[in-house]
């Protein structure tokens, strides 16, 4: 067999040959082991890479079958839908291994693109095969098309088989591989059909078989998806991304806790205020802790607009401080990465330019999701699916294996997430050997515990009492009123024309009630006052979080969102009463980087009717009475503040946690190789309560951006409302759905588009005129 007739074997329609496919995808092996060294620890494998080298190699073999060349290349076949990977694994019992790395080859290979159950439901019956050959097929072939043996028999030509063997000893004297093939020739007859074979596996959760099986198959299907890909190159991290450090140690004077962040690489959690650079601290943790191992990062941050933020943040940082340019290093992972890169590619008139933004903001996208950048900032639920065994979850798990997890404000979840993210974390420490850094301003001792304990985290870093004492940044001021009395009764006498307000409500409902008022005042100009809440549409948010840091912005009226979402700095806030830890994240959007004296922080004592479908009223009430003796809060105090408001859960509440840890640890074994969990895949997508509406005031906005193939444009019209409300609304006519085509290379693409017949304006958002001047239950925070 000449060299020609091997190079015309194709893998792909596209024209990529096997061999080069073979060559792309054991390039990225290569890839794999530097930046996942980890790998072969957490495998319990000390020869993985070998095994993995093997499972490429052979992964594509069965597309070397006749019928399934001609259906590559576009021409009458008999391929009949089959699986090639089925014919792939007899090629693999050449290899001169013992029997049970080749089992673990075999099914890695077998299951690199179906579930085992998926590929069970293919197998014919052989009394149905020899009724069907009779019935459909004696005249056409010699033998039915899915006959497994008499397929290896008539369309694996030897002389190619010979030369893709002799290939193979190339190859692994080229990547340095020591395994051989076997001289004994394989004989079909003595040959199992490989579903019946390996399709029933099963194995313990957690054992050195569970690992080596999730390993090998998810390090097979992540190279052969990312050479598939096109991509040549992982990215690592290396000590010249983390030369900014060098430059903050020279430039400023570190904090004590700073500084022990900065010499240590084991899993670690610290306290400290904000604005006293945690998120340094964190970065000079990490560099150790490279320097250590390789392994990919995660940031993780609660809301997307801070993910946002950080990402530009960490973009200048290690890659020399090319602002507003994108990054290979830093990636993003949340639901509307799309929305975020738009703004790096300008929108035109043109059909053609914005159908390749769409295509350049698209493989960006698919970078992020891929993970290819080291350092991915992502949102807790990103990892959360990967433990829901929804499909894909071993390539995500793969990618975490030797992460390094820093976790940022974990504060900002309900019970039942938390306790996911506490197993999710101790799973990721002890099983794939995970480094964690948690970071928090606002948690509770007992959780501190909690996570300490679980995690078996010893290395505890407080900010230093000295710092605490000297720190404080803000008075508290009581009002009995409520917010929207204070600004008729109260407001004009503490306004200083130099000074920037914000004002926090606990509704939407509210927020939009007060910026009315606020504007009849007659005080400021339209410009100088922003409503910032979740139910603005994209397109109007991004607008916003421009102006929010300009001088020119005056006013601030918002609801939960400043809580965490904002990097700000304004001078004087007045809220709607909350938890403590909740009003603590507020009063950090003021004063925030204590450069100037202690800011006032009005709390009024009335919230609206509806808080408590928001907050604990509880919770509220015992912050106002402990706030009631406090004048100046003193960083030093905030700890012992949190822990009167939060001494513990309550038995119902620590049941539930438990409950919650004991019912996500169960769900765990789920996480089978070769499988995905379609009762996990549900359970996670519903922990997702908001549906996308368009406003009809958009509609032919909508329309016109479609027909321009801006879908990324026309996508942020939409806003996001409660699935309760979605479907309230639903019933009572105010949303309809509607569907809408679009002509895309003469075919027509039609989605479903849901309309909701409510008022919208930039300033205002979504509207519901039916509240409008009452209280409402309906909260959209």
Request: charged share 30%; hydrophobic share 40%.
């Amino acid at each position: 067999m000449n060299k020609k007739e091997i190079e015309a074997i194709l893998a792909k329609s596209d024209g990529t040959n096997l061999l080069e496919h073979i060559d792309s995808t054991l390039k990225i092996c290569n890839e794999l082991k530097e930046a996942l060294p980890k790998v072969v620890e957490i495998s319990k494998l000390s020869d993985f890479w070998d095994l993995l080298f093997c499972a490429v190699y052979f992964h594509d073999f069965g597309k070397i079958h006749t019928e399934f060349q001609k259906k590559l290349k576009g021409v009458k076949n008999h391929w009949e839908k089959q699986r090639h990977e089925v014919y792939s694994i007899p090629f693999i019992y050449k290899l001169n291994l013992e029997q049970e790395k080749i089992n673990l080859i075999a099914r890695a290979v077998l299951g690199h693109h179906k579930s085992f159950d998926e590929l069970k439901k293919t197998i014919i019956d052989e009394k149905d095969l020899n009724f069907e050959y009779r019935v459909n097929w004696k005249n056409i072939l010699p033998y039915h098309p899915k006959d497994f043996y008499q397929n290896l028999r008539k369309n694996f030509p030897k002389s190619l088989i010979d030369g893709f063997y002799k290939l193979f000893h190339e190859f692994s004297i080229q990547h340095e591989i020591k395994i051989k093939l076997k001289k004994d020739t394989i004989k079909i007859k003595d040959l199992k059909n490989p579903i019946k074979l390996y399709c029933d596996f099963k194995c313990e959760f957690l054992s050195d078989e569970y690992f080596q099986n999730l390993m090998l198959w998810a390090g097979l299907k992540v190279s052969d998806h990312l050479a598939s890909a096109g991509i040549k190159e992982i990215v690592k991290l290396n000590e010249k991304k983390f030369h900014f450090i060098n430059k903050i140690e020279r430039k400023f004077s570190l904090y004590e806790h700073q500084k022990r962040s900065f010499s240590t690489h084991t899993s670690s959690i610290l306290i400290a205020p904000t604005g006293t650079g945690k998120t340094e601290s964190a970065l000079g943790w990490l560099k150790n802790t490279i320097a250590k191992s390789q392994g990919r990062v995660f940031y993780i941050l609660p809301f997307t607009a801070s993910i946002n933020a950080m990402h530009r943040r960490l973009i200048k940082y290690v890659d020399n401080n090319k602002e507003n340019s994108l990054s290979n290093t830093v990636g993003i992972l949340h639901g509307n990465i799309s929305h975020y890169l738009s703004e790096y590619f300008p929108t035109t008139s043109s059909k053609e330019e914005n159908k390749q933004r769409n295509t350049n903001i698209k493989k960006l996208v698919e970078q992020y999701k891929s993970l290819l950048s080291p350092i991915s900032i992502a949102t807790p639920f990103q990892l959360l699916k990967y433990f829901f065994g929804i499909k894909g979850f071993e390539k995500g798990l793969f990618f975490l294996s030797g992460a390094k997890l820093i976790f940022d404000e974990i504060h900002a979840y309900d019970i039942q997430t938390f306790a996911q993210i506490v197993v999710i974390l101790k799973f990721l420490k002890i099983h794939l050997l995970n480094d964690v850094f948690i970071m928090t301003a606002t948690l509770p001792t007992f959780m501190i515990n909690i996570l300490k304990n679980y995690l078996k985290i010893d290395n505890l870093i407080y900010a230093e009492k000295k710092l605490l004492a000297n720190l404080k940044r803000h008075k508290i001021i009581l009002i009995d009123d409520n917010i929207f009395s204070f600004l008729e009764k109260k407001f004009r006498k503490i306004l200083n024309p130099i000074k920037r307000y914000i004002f926090v409500c606990n509704t939407v409902h509210r927020a939009q009630k007060l910026y009315k008022q606020i504007l009849k005042m007659n005080v400021f100009n339209e410009s100088e006052v922003i409503l910032l809440h979740g139910r603005f549409n994209q397109r109007d948010r991004n607008k916003k979080e421009i102006k929010l840091s300009k001088d020119s912005t005056k006013i601030l009226i918002g609801t939960q969102t400043i809580e965490v979402s904002l990097d700000i700095d304004y001078d004087v806030m007045i809220t709607e009463p909350a938890p403590l830890d909740a009003l603590i994240q507020r009063f950090g959007r003021v004063n925030r980087n204590a450069n100037k004296k202690t800011a006032p922080i009005y709390i009024c004592k009335k919230g609206g009717n509806y808080d408590k479908f928001i907050y604990p009223l509880d919770k509220i009430d015992t912050t106002l009475s402990i706030l009631k003796n406090v004048k100046e809060i003193s960083e030093n105090d905030v700890q012992s503040l949190l822990d009167k408001v939060y001494p513990s859960w309550n038995n119902n509440e620590q049941k539930f946690f438990k409950d919650s840890v004991s019912l996500f640890e169960e769900s765990l074994k789920s996480l089978m190789p070769y499988s995905f969990s379609q009762k996990g895949e549900e359970e996670f997508y519903s922990k997702f309560t908001d549906i996308k509406v368009l406003p009809i005031v958009f509609y032919e906005k909508y329309r016109e951006l479609l027909k321009q193939y801006d879908f990324i444009e026309a996508e942020k019209l939409l806003v996001s409302i409660n699935r309760n409300f979605f479907f309230k609304y639903f019933k009572e006519g105010i949303i309809e759905r509607q569907i809408v085509s679009v002509e895309s290379n003469d075919k027509t693409i039609e989605h479903t588009l849901n309309i909701i017949k409510l008022k919208y304006s930039e300033n205002y958002g979504l509207i519901n005129e039916i509240e409008e001047g009452v209280d409402t239950q309906f909260n959209f925070w």
